[in-house]
């Protein structure tokens, strides 16, 4: 179910994507152009910048994106970091001790990936979750639908082992 995030959830997960360099890449950029927007329409929010560096990355994903947030005018009080990520998985786990107690995050993420994004939230960490819709660069889009389609086939059977495990 496609649910807009509206300012119901305290804090604001913005997933890791690409670094080309030290700057964004297309996809990440939209994914921080929308948490800026969303959090100077909703004060009250906080934003989780997630995600680690890649080998061919020369600075880590959340780095980047709270350099960003900065840069479009979000106070940096307003923006915790967590840098260790290298999956979606990973960005909810290694953030829970930030949000933790809440019922529920607004997860910022491109388009093609927040139905997966929320499906995690809710299977792993029991949270509800409202979303913001990032457009994919139509450039990448394919490849990312296909990619999308393997990584769900690996979250349940990675949720399957993790439920049932002894």
């Known amino acids: 179910m496609r649910r807009q995030a509206d300012g119901t959830y305290r804090y604001v997960l913005i997933l890791g994507a690409k670094v080309n360099g030290i700057k964004p890449s297309k996809a990440l950029r939209n994914r921080i152009d929308m948490a800026a927007a969303y959090a100077k329409r909703h004060p009250h929010v906080e934003l989780i910048a997630t995600g680690g560096q890649g080998p061919d990355e020369g600075m880590a994903e959340a780095r980047v994106i709270e350099r960003e947030l900065i840069a479009l005018g979000i106070e940096r ?26 019922p529920g995050v607004t997860v910022v993420t491109n388009d093609f990936h927040v139905r997966r994004a929320r499906l995690v939230g809710r299977l792993y960490f029991g949270l509800q979750t409202d979303g913001l819709y990032a457009k994919t660069p139509a450039s990448v889009k394919p490849k990312y639908i296909i990619r999308e389609q393997l990584a769900y086939v690996k979250l349940f059977l990675n949720y399957l082992r993790w439920k049932w495990r002894p």
């Open 77 to 102: 009080a307003r923006i915790h970091v967590e840098d260790a990520s290298t999956s979606t998985y990973e960005n909810f786990y290694f953030s829970r001790a930030i949000w933790d107690g809440e």
